[in-house]
């Protein structure tokens, strides 16, 4: 017995240990699988973890109905919202198709990556943000290496120089104090494909229809900016 007892523990000790490990490690990181869902009509894919959604819903001429949506106990709940949206003046156009200096506003979900804006940051906003400075331009060059990025004339890298009226000429920040008060970058073209058009933002309206961005009030751009959280990687959805 003592013989046959030294037997089963020299084969316990040889045979594979139970895959305990690896089967906690795959409840762990369970497989995922982009999702597409319609709020408000719009068309939205969403990210890994998204919780926050903002819909443009194009209704007429340069004009659109912007919402911020959140995901509730499994549910997405409108919270913001205004009609007096705006996208470019030369309409909409699939992402993907657009060509600088169109005035087109991309359809599409993008990433809501980063802010900045005229005033000194607050505590309340999660987002990345920088505070524009003298010198400060987007850069639109599709010569430069830093094409559809933030950048200042000091750093060079770019032809800041170039009048407004040039194809090249990159988008001085400072010029628009009002509608870049509060301003939220997306992703567009984030790969930097030279033509597709560059400095996409979601900002505070101006006088009429943008360039290619989305805008909406004031007040809703600074409640914007205090509820977007990154951990919740927020979206945005334009759609017809």
């Known amino acids: 017995m003592r013989r046959a007892a030294i037997v089963l523990l020299l084969l ?18 369970p497989s995922y699988r982009a999702r597409t869902v319609t709020l408000d009509g719009v068309g939205v894919r969403l990210r890994r973890n998204t919780r926050q959604v903002v819909t443009v819903n194009h209704t007429s001429g340069h004009r659109a109905r912007v919402v911020l ?44 990556r980063s802010a900045f804006g005229t005033h000194r940051r607050t505590s309340a906003w999660d987002l990345p943000y920088r505070r524009i400075r003298k010198g400060d331009f987007w850069v639109q060059d599709n010569a430069s290496d830093f094409y559809n990025r933030y950048r200042n004339q000091r750093q060079g890298g770019f032809r800041w120089w170039l009048p407004s009226s040039h194809d090249d000429a990159s ?62 990687d927020p979206v945005i959805a334009i759609g017809r």
Not at 12 to 29: G, N
Not at 201 to 210: E, I, P, Q, S, W
């Open 171 to 232: 988008e001085r920040l400072t010029d628009y104090g009002r509608q870049y008060e509060y301003s939220i970058v997306l992703d567009y073209n984030w790969s930097q494909v030279r033509r597709r058009g560059s400095g996409i933002f979601l900002h505070v309206n101006g006088r009429g229809a943008t360039a290619g961005c989305v805008s909406a009030p004031r007040s809703m751009l600074r409640k914007l900016m205090n509820r977007l959280d990154p951990d919740r």
């Open 69 to 112: 949506w959140m995901l509730r106990k499994g549910r997405w709940v409108a919270g913001l919202r205004t009609t007096d949206g705006r996208i470019g003046y030369g309409g909409l156009v699939a992402g993907t198709k657009r060509r600088q200096g169109t005035g087109t506003t991309p359809t599409g979900t993008y990433d809501l």
């Open 12 to 29: 316990a000790a040889l045979l594979p240990a139970a895959p305990a490990a690896a089967t906690a490690s795959a409840e762990a990181a």
